[in-house]
Nanobody, 124 residues
Framework: QVQLVESGGGSVQAGGSLRLSCAAS????????MGWFRRAPGKERAIVAA????????YYADSVKGRFTISMNSAKNAVDLQMDSLKPEDTAVYYC?????????????????WGQGTQVTVSS
């Protein structure tokens, strides 16, 4: 099993920045891909960003390209999400996820392990 713990959520004004961190523990050698998803109010959970190949490859949802950066720290078994130029529509609960096998990185059914989520609120 893999345990994921997110941190770094909070409230910020539009245009501001936040950095989310996700620490993995347990059988971390099982991890192939790590990703961040979010569930906005009244919407389904959706991909934000993902990284694999030790952080060498990344994927971003169109809505966050150029504003968010995902990075993996393999030595620390952690993945961060730097969020800049935040918009009110980025308000959501953000979830860290890990997949044990390669697959469609934007498909949440590919992910085996999930964190508890952290709230991000962006005010206008």
């Amino acid at each position: 099993q893999v345990q994921l713990v997110e941190s770094g959520g909070g409230s910020v004004q539009a245009g501001g920045s936040l950095r989310l961190s996700c620490a993995a523990s347990g059988r971390t050698f099982n991890i192939n891909t790590m990703g961040w998803f979010r569930r906005a109010p009244g919407k389904e959970r959706a991909i934000v960003a993902a990284t694999w190949s030790g952080g060498a490859k990344t994927y971003y949802a169109d809505s966050v390209k150029g504003r968010f950066t995902i990075s993996m720290n393999s030595a620390k078994n952690a993945v961060d999400l730097q969020m800049d130029s935040l918009k009110p529509e980025d308000t959501a609960v953000y979830y860290c996820a890990a997949a044990a096998r390669p697959g469609l990185v934007f498909d949440q059914s590919n992910y085996n392990f999930w964190g508890q989520g952290t709230q991000v609120t962006v005010s206008s």
